[in-house]
Every structure is written in C-alpha cells, then in structure tokens.
C-alpha cells in the first residue's frame, strides 16, 4: 500500500518570499509523483510531475520539485511567491508504469499575504 | 482542447433524496474516474472505469452508490437516497493510459 503525507496542512507566506510545501511518501515499489493545485471552487490542475529521469522537475509558473529517493520525498519550492499562487496543493504518488491508482495527501493551503 | 466537463456544480438537496452527477471526459480518453473529496482532505477514489466496464469499484459504497458509462464515454454516479454525510465535492477524471489524470470542476453537494 501506498500512503502520502503533507506536513503542513496551511502554510502563509508574504508575497515575493520563498516557499516550500513538504510532501513524504512510502511505497514498496518505484513510483510516479505528483503535485496537483486547486484553486477556490475549481478541480485540480497537474503542476508538475516526476516520472523519470531528473530528479528536479519544474512548472512553468516558477515552481519545482525534487525527487528524493533516500528520503521518500517530493518537496515543492518556489523561489518568489504571488498572490495568485493562493490556492491548495496536493501531493499524489503512484506505482509506476500500468498503475491507475493515484493517492493524495490532505492538501497545503498555501495563502501569499500582500 | 476541451477539458473534463461535470454538471451541475452545485447541488443541494434534503436527505433521503435521490441525486445524480454527470461527467464528460476528455475526447479519447478511455479511463474515467470518480473521486469524492471531503472538505480538508485529499480526493479519494469511488470507481475506475476502462471504456465501458468498471475495474476498480472497491471504495464505493454500493448500497447507495452506483455508477454508469454507457458507450463507454459519458458517465453518471447516482446516489440514493443521499445522506448528511455525503455531502463533499465529487470530481471526475480522465485519463489516455496510466499515468496522468485530468480533472473536472467537481460538483459540490449539500445534503440538508
């Protein structure tokens, strides 16, 4: 079974500040990783996602995220924050190639403060 | 490209009534999701479909859920009747193959 865990349920932050939202995972097998973002009264849009090879990926909104194997972790970070980036972000494992099955975390609430 | 279509987006209704949701997924896409997501947590899955049969169909609560796809595109998740519990927001996905899924705006329901 796999299982995701996002330690900080809201996180604020001023504007043009870094940010990092943590997310861990445990999984037996190799996985896929995932960050989705979810704003106010709408569904959730893929950010960014690891399925290979680098183990940094990034958005093209400014965001990142690190794969790190030793430390069953896909952190996502973001240098400089807007207001815009308020939402809620779900981190999502799944086991590799030919599975279906994707397992959120409870969700970050991420809010930028002017 | 359209994206993952879902009616109504909000639906409130009294307990022990019956309540329907529909999904249109993404042109091509055989794999279809329900999710339902509770306030605070992340979205679970109900039910997987693969063109027109259900293969994952585990987490739903079959005596008051059910699910349909007919032909294998559209599909309706159907509750009845409805309780205070289950009030959540319920979102569809799509998928072509395995690993990349794209949601709709989920429908939000209000069991009074």
């Known amino acids: 079974a796999q299982s995701v865990t996002q330690l900080d349920s809201q996180v604020p932050v001023f504007e043009e500040a870094p940010v990092e939202l943590r997310c861990n995972y445990s999984s037996s097998v190799s996985v896929y990783l995932f960050w989705y973002v979810q704003y106010p009264n709408q569904g959730l849009q893929l950010l960014l996602k690891y399925l290979s090879g680098s183990t940094l990926v990034e958005s093209i909104n400014g965001f990142e995220a690190e794969f790190n194997k030793s430390q069953t972790s896909f952190h996502l970070r973001k240098p400089s924050v807007h207001i815009s980036d308020t939402a809620e972000y779900f981190c999502a494992v799944s086991s590799g190639a030919g599975s279906y099955q994707l397992t959120f975390g409870k969700g970050t609430k991420l809010s930028v403060i002017p | 490209e359209a994206g993952v279509v879902q009616s109504p987006r909000y639906k409130i209704i009294e307990k022990k009534q019956p309540v329907a949701f529909w999904c249109n997924p993404i042109s091509g896409h055989n794999t279809l999701y329900w999710y339902l997501q509770n306030l605070g947590q992340g979205p679970e899955l109900l039910i997987r479909y693969e063109n027109e049969e259900a293969v994952d169909d585990s987490q739903l609560p079959k005596d008051r859920f059910s699910a349909e796809r007919l032909k294998g595109v559209d599909s309706t998740l159907k509750i009845q009747p409805a309780e205070l519990g289950d009030s959540a927001v319920y979102l569809c996905?799509?998928?072509?193959?395995?690993?990349?899924?794209?949601f709709g705006p989920g429908t939000r329901l209000t069991v009074l």
């Open positions: 996905a799509s998928s072509l193959g395995s690993y990349e899924q794209f």
